[in-house]
């Protein structure tokens, strides 16, 4: 059965620090991998990956994918308490013209001043 | 421009009855996913409409079903209300189904009592 695992499931750190959250999957018919950010209610995008190896990067947070591996990284630098947030992991299936988003359970960030 | 709206955004209901929510997309977008989300499972695919037509389906049973409109409002209806149908009904559009970003609503909290 396709999954995404994502690791930790929540994470509590200080200002000023690193993270590095990860996204594992096993889905037969990969086509994409996309970090999202959940602070309320809607997830807002954040990267899209496809190829292995190429680092997205905006401002602090950067994403890299390892499609032999199977798995991508979540970086942010010097967090900031509005980092705190449900950072969620989805890999897009294609399973013939059946595409859908299979969704990991999210890693909870919570940064303290 | 205005950002996906769902309706409405809280609702509570009895087992046994049924229940329509609505969403609007972004002007211009033609595809609309319905994403069930719940602490223990994550988010999960429902289904993908775009022109009026169902292009994807999760793995849901048959009480749950969709339509689009020829505006590319969408519905989702769901019969025969379950306890475990209590969950946060999130909405999201793209311009067309081979983008990757998806546009998140707010969601609508569903309570079964």
């Known amino acids: 059965e396709d999954k995404v695992v994502q690791s930790p499931l929540s994470l509590v750190v200080h200002e000023g620090d690193t993270v590095t959250l990860n996204c594992s999957y096993e889905?037969?018919?990969?086509?994409?991998l996309l970090w999202y950010k959940q602070e309320k209610k809607a997830p807002t995008f954040l990267f899209m990956l496809?190829?292995s190896g190429i680092e997205k990067k905006s401002g602090r947070l950067s994403s890299i994918l390892d499609k032999k591996e199977l798995f991508s990284i979540l970086n942010i630098t010097a967090t900031q308490t509005g980092d705190s947030a449900v950072y969620l992991c989805a890999v897009e299936d294609n399973a013939g013209n059946n595409r859908k988003l299979i969704w990991g359970l999210g890693t909870s960030l919570a940064v303290n001043p | 421009k205005a950002g996906v709206t769902q309706t409405p955004r809280y609702l509570i209901k009895t087992r046994g009855q049924q229940v329509t929510l609505s969403c609007s997309p972004i002007s211009g977008h033609r595809s609309v996913s319905w994403y069930q989300q719940t602490p223990g499972q994550g988010l999960q695919f429902l289904f993908e409409?775009?022109?009026?037509?169902?292009?994807n389906k999760g793995n849901f049973p048959g009480r749950f079903s969709g339509r689009q409109f020829s505006n590319s409002r969408s519905e989702m209806n769901v019969s025969t209300l379950e306890l475990g149908d209590s969950a946060l009904y999130l909405c999201?559009?793209?311009?067309?189904?081979?983008?990757?970003?998806?546009?998140f609503g707010p969601g609508t909290r569903l309570t079964v009592l």
């Open positions: 409409y775009f022109s009026e037509t169902q292009r």
């Open positions: 889905v037969t018919n990969f086509r994409s």
């Open positions: 999201a559009s793209r311009t067309g189904t081979g983008d990757h970003e998806q546009f």
């Open positions: 496809t190829s």
